[in-house]
C-alpha cells in the first residue's frame, strides 16, 4: 500500500484550516496521510502536528516557497513526497501545483473533487451543471474543493520531520501590487457579499463594503455588473468567466441568478438572496430568501451584524 | 520570430441546458463552441506575434467534429490548424502526454491556452504540459507584455504580481481586461479554405476513467421571506442556524 500525502495549504505564512479537511478527505481514501508543509520557516508546520489522522508532518523547508513559481514548487515537492496519490486544496494556485505535480510524476490529476467513496472521486463539471465520478487505478493528484469535508479534530500530537529541499525556480516576481484595500479577494475569502445590477450604480457598492467589512468578507459582484459599470473591475468577477468560488456563506444582492453566475457560486454552502423580483432563478438556489429591495435590507443587515460582531 | 501555439478545446455552448441521460451527459443537442478562456488566449497569441513576428498554430486534440474550433480560431487569425485526432475519453495524463509530443514536433516556443476549460473547469492541462515539456509555468495571467521573454501579470495572495517568465513558456490566460478581436469577411472566408493537419500520436493508457455523469443534487428549498426588515432575522439564523458567522 502506497502513502496518502497532504500538501498543507499555506495562507498569510501560516497553515490554512483547510488542510484539516484534506486530512478527512485522505483518510475516505484509506489512509492516514503525510502532511507535507511547504515552508521557509519549518516552525509553521508545528500548528499541522496537533491535526488528528495525521500519520506525520514533513516541514519541507526551502527558499523556493518564498514565492509561487509552479516548476519551482512542483520540483521542491517531489523531492521530498514518498510515491503514492497526493491531496492539495482547490484553490487556483494549488489546482496549479497539483498539476504540475502529477505530469512529474507521470500521473492524472482529478480536480475540484466534492466526494470521495474508495477509489471513486466526484467533481463538478459543465460550471457545476452536473457531476462527473471517475474511478483512480493508481496513484493520482486530487485537489480537493473547501468546505465540503468536515476538517479533522485537533488534539493529536504526531511527528514533525524538517526535510530541507530545493525547487528550481522558473520565474521571478518583479514585484507584488497589493490590492487597494485590505478587504480579501473573492477567491480567498470564506464569505462572500457580491452586488448585480439591481444595485443601480457602482456606487451603492459602498453599503456591501460596509458589511463585509463588518464580517470579514469579499465583495464580489455579477457579470452584469461589471460589464455596465466601469468601477467594478473584473478581479470581482464570480461566475463563468470570473471566479469559481466556494465559501461558507454568499450573499448575493441584486443578483438574479443567471446560469453565468450560478456556474460561479452554486457549491457554496449557504447562500442568502436579496432579491425584489420574487421570480428571480437565485432564489432556487437560496438558502435564506428575502425578497425585497436592497435600499430595505442591508440597512437592517448591516445594523444586526454590527451588534453581532460588537 | 517566434513560433507561437495556442491550445484550443471544443466545449458546450456554456448557456446550453446540459442533460445526463443514462449515467452519462447526453451532449448531442447542444452547440459546441470554442471554451471562452480559449478567446483570450487566441487573443494574447496574436499580440504576441504583432509583438515579436512569427506565426501562431491553434492546436486542439478530438475527432473530426472539433475541426469547427479550429476553423474558428484560423477566421479569428492564426496562421496553421493542427488537431491530434483521437474520439475516445483519455485521462489528463494521456491528454497532455500527447500535446507535449505535438508541441516538440510543432517546434512550439511559447504556448497560450485559456486558464480553465467550460467543461472540466480544471485548468490542468497548462501546468501539465509545461512540466512535462520542462518549461516555465504561470496561470491565470490578466496581461502580458512581450519583452525580456514575457512579463505577465497574475494574482497572487493580497493582489497581483507582476512576473518575468523565459521562454519556453506555457501561459493560461484570464480574461483581465482583454477586449477579443473578433472575425471578419476576410476571416471567414480563408477558414472555410483552410486544411486541418491532422496527427496521429499513439495514446498512453489512463489511469483515471469516467464512472457516471449525474446531475448536481437538489438543494432543498430554503427559507424565504418578505421585505428587508427580515434581513434581522436571516442574519441571526447565519449566526444561530448555520453557524456561519
Not at chain 2, 520570430?1 to 458546450?12: A, D, F, R
Not at chain 2, 501546468?127 to 521573454?149: D, K, Q, Y
Not at chain 2, 477579443?180 to 489511469?207: C, F, L, W, Y
Request: aromatic share 4%; net charge negative.
Amino acid at each position: 500500500m502506497t502513502d496518502t500525502i497532504v500538501i498543507a495549504e499555506i495562507a498569510k505564512g501560516t497553515i490554512h484550516a483547510t488542510t484539516s479537511e484534506l486530512v478527512t478527505a485522505a483518510a475516505a481514501m484509506g489512509s492516514a496521510p503525510i502532511v507535507i508543509v511547504p515552508c521557509t520557516d519549518a516552525s509553521i508546520a508545528d500548528a499541522a502536528a496537533s491535526i488528528q489522522g495525521a500519520s506525520k508532518v514533513i516541514a519541507a523547508k526551502s527558499d523556493a516557497f518564498a514565492h509561487y513559481d509552479a516548476a519551482g514548487w512542483a520540483s521542491a515537492l517531489d523531492a521530498v513526497a514518498p510515491a503514492g496519490t497526493i491531496l492539495t486544496a482547490a484553490t487556483p494556485q494549488s489546482k496549479d501545483l497539483a498539476a504540475r505535480l502529477a505530469a512529474r510524476r507521470n500521473l492524472s490529476v482529478v480536480q475540484d473533487v466534492v466526494a470521495i467513496n474508495g477509489n471513486q472521486l466526484t467533481s463538478p463539471v459543465y460550471s457545476g451543471k452536473a457531476m462527473q465520478t471517475v474511478a483512480l487505478s493508481g496513484p493520482a493528484v486530487v485537489s480537493v474543493r473547501a468546505n465540503v469535508f468536515d476538517a479533522a479534530p485537533s488534539g493529536g500530537a504526531c511527528e514533525v520531520a524538517v526535510v530541507d529541499t530545493t525547487g528550481n525556480m522558473a520565474t521571478a516576481v518583479q514585484e507584488f501590487m497589493a490590492r487597494a484595500s485590505q478587504r480579501l479577494d473573492v477567491a480567498e475569502a470564506n464569505i462572500i457579499i457580491s452586488g448585480g445590477r439591481g444595485m443601480g450604480s457602482p456606487d451603492n457598492f459602498v453599503h456591501l463594503e460596509a458589511i463585509a467589512d463588518t464580517i470579514g468578507a469579499a465583495v464580489g459582484a455579477s457579470r452584469a455588473a461589471v460589464d455596465t459599470w466601469e468601477a467594478i473591475p473584473h478581479s470581482m468577477q464570480v461566475g463563468q468567466t470570473g471566479k469559481t468560488v466556494n465559501p461558507n456563506l454568499y450573499i448575493a444582492v441584486g443578483i438574479s441568478g443567471a446560469i453565468q453566475h450560478l456556474a460561479g457560486m452554486r457549491s457554496s454552502k449557504y447562500i442568502v438572496a436579496i432579491n425584489k423580483d420574487a421570480d428571480a432563478p437565485i432564489f432556487q438556489h437560496a438558502d435564506y430568501g428575502i425578497v425585497g429591495t436592497w435600499e430595505d435590507a442591508l440597512p437592517v443587515l448591516q445594523s444586526t451584524l454590527s451588534s453581532m460582531m460588537a | 520570430m517566434s513560433n507561437i501555439v495556442v491550445l484550443v478545446k471544443q466545449v458546450p455552448d456554456t448557456n446550453a441546458k446540459i442533460v445526463v441521460s443514462g449515467d452519462r451527459v447526453d451532449l448531442s443537442a447542444v452547440k459546441k463552441v470554442m471554451s471562452p478562456y480559449d478567446e483570450f488566449a487566441v487573443e494574447t497569441a496574436l499580440k504576441h506575434r504583432e509583438a515579436n513576428g512569427g506565426e501562431v498554430t491553434a492546436l486542439t486534440l478530438g475527432g473530426a467534429g472539433a475541426d469547427k474550433v479550429l476553423k474558428d480560431a484560423k477566421a479569428i487569425g492564426v496562421d496553421h490548424i493542427v488537431r491530434i485526432d483521437t474520439e475516445d475519453e483519455h485521462d489528463s495524463n494521456a491528454l497532455q502526454s500527447a500535446l507535449a509530443t505535438v508541441l516538440t514536433e510543432i517546434g512550439a516556443e511559447v504556448v497560450y491556452c485559456g486558464k480553465s476549460a467550460a467543461d472540466t473547469g480544471a485548468g490542468s492541462t497548462g501546468p501539465g504540459i509545461a512540466e512535462r515539456l520542462g518549461w516555465a509555468s504561470v496561470s491565470n495571467v490578466i496581461s502580458v507584455a512581450f519583452e525580456n521573454g514575457l512579463t505577465v501579470v497574475a494574482p497572487s495572495e493580497g493582489g497581483n504580481a507582476r512576473i518575468s517568465v523565459p521562454l519556453p513558456a506555457v501561459v493560461s490566460c484570464d480574461k483581465g481586461d482583454m477586449k477579443v478581436r473578433k472575425p471578419n469577411v476576410k476571416g471567414i472566408m480563408q477558414a472555410k479554405k483552410a486544411k486541418v493537419e491532422v496527427k496521429t500520436v499513439a495514446m498512453q493508457g489512463s489511469t483515471v476513467s469516467v464512472v457516471a455523469h449525474s446531475m448536481p443534487p437538489a438543494k432543498p428549498a430554503g427559507k424565504s421571506y418578505e421585505g428587508g426588515a427580515a434581513a434581522a432575522e436571516v442574519a441571526r439564523l447565519l449566526r444561530d442556524e448555520a453557524n456561519v458567522i
